[in-house]
């Protein structure tokens, strides 16, 4: 029976294979090709979509923290195509100017707020002109700088649940230029007390609840900045039932960009790689908590707009069909869940489910 088992579990991992678009690097075997770009801290391309992925390649990527990636055979899936909710010019780009603006707040306490301007300009008109779009991949890497990174992501969630909730142009671009800087502040925390494995003593966590209040000050500092992007910074802690910080503000006095920032930093934070985290949530998990602490502490209207905005099973996930099958999620988007069966009668068949009612859970 053992065997039986062994065999059966060999089988499935095999077919796995085949479909996955996300491996840990332990799986990825030679005849694999890289799926999605991957970048450092910086923004820099470390490796193009399309390389094939080389032992030599995948010594250099464990080395600087990664642990997965999404990969394609060209032999097997010619057709198939990874895209993200921006464009890998866009996201390095922003990855890129956000490192650059914390690092000059840090040294001199200003950043170039044209600089910013420019690149979010970027990403809201790719988030305002894909009709379809969603924040769909999984996390990748736990960064050393973790905080560009998140910066970057929670901009862009933020982005895409102002554009559920109905925001024009003019009004989406100052809520993104806020939460792409909601962290600001934690540049003048010690980073030794940001990146503890451990708990928080009483007085760590107060000194880094201050990193809201540094923020909004050299943000709402600065010439031709929206006073409303600077309230991002200091009021995306705030809870809907005031038990948040700085100032323990009620529903009705936070302001709706702090409130969406505030469901997407929580998000982000629940479903990323961090060191002082044992426990990383799925999409799914991590909404389904949102929505049971709404309207209590997160608004409503946002984290339902936070569930059209972010895939529930994002494209690389191993899921459990209603039926008992199991299925590797292909594709994602506002319109479709598209997913590929890993085995039995319909093995490799791909077709359209609702992931509400037709997916059970993850496997991963």
């Not at 464990?62 to 097997?76: C, D, S």
């Not at 389904?288 to 602490?293: F, G, M, S």
């Not at 895939?311 to 899921?319: E, L």
């Amino acid at each position: 029976m053992h065997q039986v088992l062994e065999d059966l579990s060999q089988q499935f991992f095999t077919e796995w294979v085949k479909v996955m678009r996300f491996l840990s690097l332990q799986d990825i075997t030679d005849e694999m090709h890289l799926g999605k770009t991957i970048f450092g801290d910086d923004g820099r391309v470390l490796l193009v979509k399309g390389t094939k992925l080389t032992k030599i390649y995948l010594k250099k990527i464990e080395a600087i923290g990664y642990t997965h990636l999404y990969v394609f055979q060209p032999n097997l899936d010619k057709e198939w195509s990874l895209e993200g909710p921006l464009s890998d010019y866009t996201y390095s780009e922003t990855m890129n100017v956000v490192k650059k603006s914390l690092t000059r707040a840090a040294k001199n306490k200003s950043i170039n707020l044209a600089e910013i301007n420019n690149v979010i300009d970027y990403v809201v008109d790719e988030i305002m002109d894909n009709p379809t779009v969603m924040y769909n991949l999984i996390d990748l890497k736990q960064q050393d700088e973790f905080l560009y990174e998140h910066s970057v992501n929670v901009c862009i969630i933020a982005s895409i649940i102002g554009k559920k909730l109905g925001m024009a142009r003019d009004k989406l671009k100052h809520l993104a230029v806020g939460t792409l800087l909601h962290d600001l502040g934690k540049v003048y925390i010690d980073q030794s007390v940001l990146k503890k494995p451990s708990s928080l003593t009483d007085q760590e966590y107060k000194q880094v609840q201050e990193h809201t209040k540094f923020g909004f000050e050299i943000l709402r500092s600065l010439t031709d900045m929206s006073i409303l992007s600077a309230h991002v910074a200091y009021q995306h802690h705030e809870r809907e039932d005031g038990s948040g910080y700085p100032r323990r503000l009620p529903g009705e006095e936070i302001h709706i960009f702090a409130k969406i920032a505030a469901v997407a930093d929580s998000f982000e934070a629940m479903t990323s790689k961090r060191i002082y985290k044992k426990v990383v949530l799925k999409n799914a998990d991590a909404i389904r908590e949102l929505t049971a602490e709404a309207p209590v502490r997160y608004d409503q209207k946002v984290v339902a707009a936070l569930r059209q905005a972010v895939a529930i099973y994002p494209v690389g996930s191993k899921v459990q069909l209603k039926n008992g099958e199991r299925a590797a999620v292909i594709k994602v988007n506002e319109e479709m869940t598209m997913v590929q069966i890993l085995a039995g009668p319909r093995e490799k068949q791909i077709f359209e489910v609702n992931p509400e009612t037709q997916i059970v859970k993850s496997l991963d």
